[in-house]
């Protein structure tokens, strides 16, 4: 899935058992920590835009550096370490790179059904168990556009009930003016949707 797609599945479930919002930035960022392994993406694009000896870090590497147990497990104890309650932070941050790698699992295919991109969960270390899906959906389909819209709007929800948001990761005084508009919005809807 998408890293807006992991950022608001991380923020939906997890965010709500954090107070600081020190705590809340590690376990929502822990959970787009294992798409750091893609990085080799910005180097096969250079290669092949400057004309060099064309790399292929992004299919070699991909998957198979942070999705699995040890990255998750050293993650973890790194987000413990300078976070603020440490034993929840840890915990959370598993789940949270445990969440990416499900919805991995389920809705990142390739262009075709063949496509499957696979777990190694004890990568680097070993490449079994593996684990795929052969359902799983392409990572540009409707499924995932869906899941990112329904997460997006209870982001919105959350934000116009409780009075922040996770541009509250970024900025407060941002947060209060998008906080703000969303009651905005969600008060016109009220009247339009009310008839007044």
Not at 62 to 75: E, I, S
Not at 106 to 131: A, E, H, K
Not at 178 to 184: K, P, S
């Amino acid at each position: 899935m998408s890293p807006i797609t992991h950022f608001l599945v991380g923020w939906t479930v997890l965010e709500r058992f954090h107070a600081s919002n020190r705590d809340k930035a590690i376990v929502v960022f822990a959970g787009l920590a294992p798409d750091i392994d893609g990085i080799g993406i910005v180097i096969d694009f250079m290669t092949r835009t400057l004309g060099l000896a064309e790399t292929n870090y992004y299919q070699d590497y991909h998957r198979l550096l942070g999705h699995g147990l040890p990255f998750a497990l050293l993650l973890s104890l790194l987000a413990a370490a300078i976070s603020i309650e440490r034993r929840r932070v840890a915990l959370s941050s598993f789940v949270c790179i445990h969440l990416h790698f499900l919805c991995d699992l389920i809705g990142s295919r390739g262009s075709t059904v063949d496509d499957i991109w696979p777990i190694y969960y004890l990568t680097p270390l070993s490449m079994t168990p593996q684990f795929s899906w052969s359902l799983q959906w392409p990572l540009v389909g409707w499924q995932n556009m869906t899941i990112t819209a329904i997460l997006l709007a209870a982001a919105m929800m959350r934000a116009a009930r409780l009075g922040y948001s996770p541009v509250s990761l970024v900025s407060a005084r941002a947060d209060q003016v998008f906080v703000a508009t969303i009651r905005r919005w969600k008060k016109s809807l009220g009247r339009v949707v009310g008839g007044n």
